[in-house]
């Protein structure tokens, strides 16, 4: 008999794979979106939470996407989602372009940091033969400063 119990469980969990299929089909419906790395659900209509770039990422899941990502891309594309993901940073989580190495804020101010090309000089630290003055030799750095009220590790 244990055949036909085996039997009802798997029709069971057959269904229930079913349905949580038709609640994702009715989510998706609804405008709702799923980050593909921590699969927690977003509103569509909010540009904020989630960034586009074939793949759907969470801000938060952000810290550990990107590298990850950016080592499986081609170079041209990694520059054309670099600048997308600049952007989205900039206007949507208060991110800061960093044009010079120098001015770069204290590790302990910023929630995150990353390097990307500069769109200006397509990485070449070049304009025509003079330096680019919008990087610091090919590369920018978008930082997102840490917010008021979260916890805060004093430099050491």
């Known amino acids: 008999m244990p055949d036909e119990a085996d039997k009802g469980l798997l029709e069971r ?3 229930i794979e079913r349905e949580l299929g038709h609640l994702k089909d009715a989510l998706g419906l609804l405008g709702v979106r799923r980050c593909c790395r921590c699969q927690k659900f977003f509103r569509r209509a909010d540009g904020a939470a ?3 770039c074939g793949d759907l990422v969470c801000y938060p899941c952000i ?4 590298p990850r990502r950016c080592a499986e891309l081609a170079v041209k594309d990694r520059e054309i989602i670099e600048r997308r993901l600049v952007s ?5 989580h208060n991110g800061q372009v960093i044009h010079d190495l120098r001015k770069m804020p204290e590790d302990h101010l910023q929630e995150l940091r990353i390097v990307a090309t500069c769109g200006e000089c397509n990485g070449t630290g070049a304009q025509g033969h003079q330096r680019c003055p919008y990087c610091d030799g090919g590369s920018i750095w978008v930082v997102v400063p840490r917010r008021r009220g979260d916890r805060e590790t004093a430099p050491e």
């Open 13 to 15: 969990l057959a269904r």
């Open 50 to 52: 989630l960034f586009d």
């Open 63 to 66: 810290h550990e996407w990107w």
């Open 88 to 92: 989205w940073l900039v206007t949507h």
